[in-house]
């Protein structure tokens, strides 16, 4: 596992150890469940949805220093953001990620390049993309559960 290391980042690191917005959200009106069976990462995500921002999200799960880190990074990116601006983010996220959208395009994703590193490890990637595929959920019409299978 000593290539994984090189994943761990500072930020990374910092980020699983210590979990932004880590915790049930009593007054969600958004909910998603995800699920990466191939790492065993679970995730529950809670957003607060008023006039289209959203003004609040919390997560609770376990999982991997990735999928853990990736969704601490992701609610803090969240708050105060149109849902409309989280589905690009989300889209853009992904598309970085898995290898469709143009390297140059990064500049956007601030600090959540740090996540980027993931690309060179495929198996790690859909750590990386758990909690947006969750988000996409929470803020969609479609199943509540999502899976990354
Ligand atoms: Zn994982």
Redesign the pocket.
């Known amino acids: 596992m000593s290539d994984l290391r090189d994943l761990y980042q500072e930020v990374i690191f910092d980020h699983n150890r210590h979990p932004r917005n880590f915790g049930k959200l009593e007054e969600a009106n958004r909910f998603a469940a995800g699920h990466?069976p191939?790492?065993?990462?679970r995730l529950n995500l809670y957003l607060k949805v008023e006039d289209g921002v959203i003004v609040d999200a919390r997560f609770e799960g376990v999982?991997?220093a990735?999928?853990t880190a990736s969704a601490s990074l992701m609610t803090e990116r969240l708050k105060g953001m149109r849902v409309d601006e989280a589905e690009v983010l989300y889209g853009r996220f992904h598309e970085l990620l898995t290898g469709s959208a143009a390297a140059d395009d990064t500049a956007s994703l601030g600090k959540l390049n740090v996540l980027l590193g993931v690309k060179e490890y495929p198996a790690?990637v859909?750590?990386a993309t758990?909690a947006w595929h969750t988000l996409h959920a929470a803020l969609g019409d479609q199943e509540k559960t999502v899976t990354t299978e």
Not at 38 to 41: A, I, K, Q, Y
Request: with cysteine; hydrophobic share 25%; proline share 0%.
């Open positions: 990466n191939l790492c065993g990462d999982g991997c990735i999928s790690r859909k750590c758990l």
